[in-house]
T-cell receptor, first 115, second 111 residues
Framework: EAGVTQFPSHSVIEKGQTVTLRCDPI?????LYWYRRVMGKEIKFLLH????????ESGMPNNRFLAERTGGTYSTLKVQPAELEDSGVYFC?????????????FGPGTRLTVT | SQKIEQNSEALNIQEGKTATLTCNYT??????LQWYRQDPGRGPVFLLL?????KEKRKERLKVTFDTTLKQSLFHITASQPADSATYLC??????????FGSGTRLQVQP
């Protein structure tokens, strides 16, 4: 089966611009997560969708970040306007809905560079 | 404050030996603890999950232990191979499904 895919793999934008990252989870996975790793730090949770509903968005850093998952399939994460500190690698992951404790399948990540 | 600690120093071992990686945590009550492998330029790959009421889990050459009293998990790779060289991440799940990751330990297996 196809894994989690993310697009683009790399994005370079200027401060103040807008960027939209896309994630396609594994087909049939109800749970979709966004994480990010900024330089030198550990991977941090941003938010969790169950189908099209936001289950937990406690990790979203501020209101410049907007995540959507229309129709419960793919998800987008928009950063508007981007700031220098938003640079990092954004990972998407998905899991089945068998109860808590499911392993998560990660995409390759989108490397975002804000200059 | 909540904290997950993994050895930030790289672990270098000889092929065929057992690698042991440590994950310590404070101020968490994880329901599950997971171990992931990450290669450069790639996303984390799931390896093993252990529940709070389990002491040990095995999968092929991998073994994980979980001591909720010591607040520690040990991850072992037996008969290590150069292909096992990667960064290994410990991740805690308190039951909310959002994973909290440690910073990872880089393992280098020398042929």
């Amino acid at each position: 089966e196809a894994g989690v895919t993310q697009f683009p793999s790399h994005s370079v934008i200027e401060k103040g611009q807008t960027v939209t990252l896309r994630c396609d989870p594994i087909s049939g996975h109800d749970n979709l997560y966004w994480y990010r790793r900024v330089m030198g730090k550990e991977i941090k949770f941003l938010l969790h969708f169950v189908k099209e509903s936001k289950q937990d968005e406690s990790g979203m850093p501020n209101n410049r970040f907007l995540a959507e998952r229309t129709g419960g399939t793919y998800s987008t994460l928009k950063v508007q306007p981007a700031e220098l500190e938003d640079s990092g690698v954004y990972f998407c992951a998905s899991s089945q809905n068998r109860g808590t404790g499911d392993e998560q399948y990660f995409g390759p990540g989108t490397r975002l560079t804000v200059t | 404050s909540q904290k997950i600690e993994q050895n930030s120093e790289a672990l270098n071992i000889q092929e065929g030996k057992t690698a042991t990686l440590t994950c310590n945590y404070t101020n968490y009550s994880p329901a599950y603890l997971q171990w992931y492998r990450q290669d450069p330029g790639r996303g984390p790959v799931f390896l093993l999950l252990i529940r709070e009421n389990e002491k040990e889990k095995r999968k092929e050459r991998l073994k994980v232990t979980f001591d909720t009293t010591l607040k520690q998990s040990l991850f072992h790779i037996t008969a290590s191979q150069p292909a096992d060289s990667a960064t290994y991440l410990c991740a805690l799940d308190t039951g909310r499904r959002a994973l909290t990751f440690g910073s990872g330990t880089r393992l280098q297996v020398q042929p």
